[in-house]
């Protein structure tokens, strides 16, 4: 039996280095969440943690609102969750997760908000809890889940996987390295010489263009970021993609996401038309290009199939609910992404039904920043087995800075593979020829 005693959150102000532009939001400040979970295990109390940023319009993009209303809003959702959570016992985390997950379905059905908003602050208590566990037990996740302590029943999200365990789908170990494919957001400087005003805006030794990005961490993979205008995401990305052909190493490769900013398919045709023919092959996938209230309709579905040999296509954003990856491939998506925002256990469902019908399964950010959030993701991310995952905290933030140095000690300390100490003396992350390395799987 498992008890969740009880729930705190704390939040903390973020200021990014340079902005991120992606879809209809321009970042330049966000609010980073921690919560943690008092949970009762065998008579005793375990403390678990779990971290995320509140990123402006991308669980919900209503035009229509201030960034600044979404984010309080938000808080105070993840407030009531909490309160829905303090008390609640099952007998396995997995349970315990469904539980609360009902209980959301239940509240957005009623208020009409979308699955992905409300889901959010349920993945944060997930999140805690299976910290909490690790932590009682001493056992990694990846040595968690193999021996599926977590009592996930798979056939729970995924009927097709009834009778199988995650382990009989996912690999025998964690990978020790991930390649990290680097961000290009919209309002990215490409090449030197870097904005005149760098040493007003960005007073920190980083890299701040993406060809200085390439120089100093041999960056091989790389996610273009597009705005949902033929013309203007044909200029951009031809020219981002000019500079990755110029500088990158030979086996360079490319995504494309378009964060629900397409309104069909034939409209993203008449872009991928657009680009260069030399750099094409190069494209692992397009992410996400339609609306989320469109891109799993039987039209979209119908898009799809009139466009013939088309790059991998992908869903992100319309991930929402537990039957929509399945309703994706049913329409000729070529697989879904995991985000530690959408739920652990949703992914590793999802991760075993890619495995079993051949699907891409990627791994994408939310610009998330160490000390618990980056560690975390990179967990499940390593567990899963995907080989490639986009990462940008490290270029949109300068490192840990942002955090007290004990914090930013213990970080090093903990994963002395994952950080090193800038020339300003806070941590930021390792990333050699393009790879993270992680031992904490």
Not at 141 to 159: Q, R, T
């Amino acid at each position: 039996m498992i008890r969740i005693a009880a729930c705190r959150l704390r939040l903390q102000d973020l200021h990014l280095r340079l902005p991120f532009r992606y879809g209809i939001a321009t970042v330049t400040d966000l609010t980073h969440a921690f919560v943690e979970t008092d949970v009762e295990l065998k008579g005793k109390l375990i403390t678990g943690i779990s971290a995320e940023h509140l990123s402006p319009k991308w669980l919900y993009k209503r035009p229509d609102t201030s960034p600044e209303s979404d984010n309080a809003e938000l808080i105070a959702l993840i407030e009531t969750v909490l309160e829905w959570a303090t008390g609640l016992c099952a007998e396995t985390p997995f349970a315990l997760w469904q539980a609360l997950y009902e209980k959301q379905v239940a509240y957005a059905k009623e208020t009409g908000l979308p699955t992905l908003w409300t889901h959010f602050p349920v993945t944060l208590v997930e999140r805690a809890v299976i910290n909490a566990l690790g932590n009682a037990t001493q056992q990694s996740f990846h040595a968690l889940l193999k021996s599926n302590a977590f009592g996930i029943e798979l056939s729970a999200i995924h009927p097709e996987l009834a009778g199988t365990q995650p382990a009989e789908w996912l690999p025998e170990a964690p990978r020790p390295q991930i390649i990290l494919r680097h961000t290009v957001g919209m309002a990215d400087p490409l090449a030197p010489p870097a904005p005149s005003n760098r040493g007003a805006n960005v007073a920190d030794p980083l890299p701040l263009t993406l060809e200085d990005n390439i120089a100093a961490y041999g960056l091989k993979h790389f996610k273009l970021k597009l705005g949902g205008t033929v013309e203007a995401d044909i200029a951009r990305t031809t020219e981002v993609l000019a500079v990755c052909a110029a500088h990158a190493p030979s086996d360079w490769a490319f995504t494309l996401d378009a964060n629900e900013s397409y309104t069909d398919f034939a409209t993203v045709r008449a872009f991928w038309n657009g680009l260069p023919d030399t750099h094409k092959a190069r494209c692992l996938f397009i992410e996400q290009p339609l609306h989320r209230d469109q891109a799993l309709t039987d039209a979209a579905g119908a898009g799809l199939a009139d466009w013939d040999s088309h790059p991998p296509i992908i869903i992100d954003e319309s991930d929402g609910a537990l039957g929509d990856f399945p309703r994706a491939l049913a329409l000729g998506y070529a697989g879904t992404s995991h985000k530690g925002c959408k739920g652990v256990f949703k992914g590793i469902a999802n991760a075993c039904l890619a495995k079993k019908r051949g699907a891409l399964l990627s791994g994408e950010d939310l610009t998330c920043v160490g000390p618990v959030c980056l560690e975390q993701d990179l967990a499940v991310m390593a567990a899963l087995g995907i080989e490639s995952i986009e990462r940008n905290g490290h270029h949109y933030f300068a490192g840990l800075s942002m955090f007290d140095t004990a914090t930013q000690d213990a970080a090093l300390a903990s994963h002395p593979e994952l950080y090193h100490r800038s020339p300003a003396g806070w941590p930021t992350l390792t990333i050699t020829e393009g790879m993270i390395s992680f031992s904490g799987g």
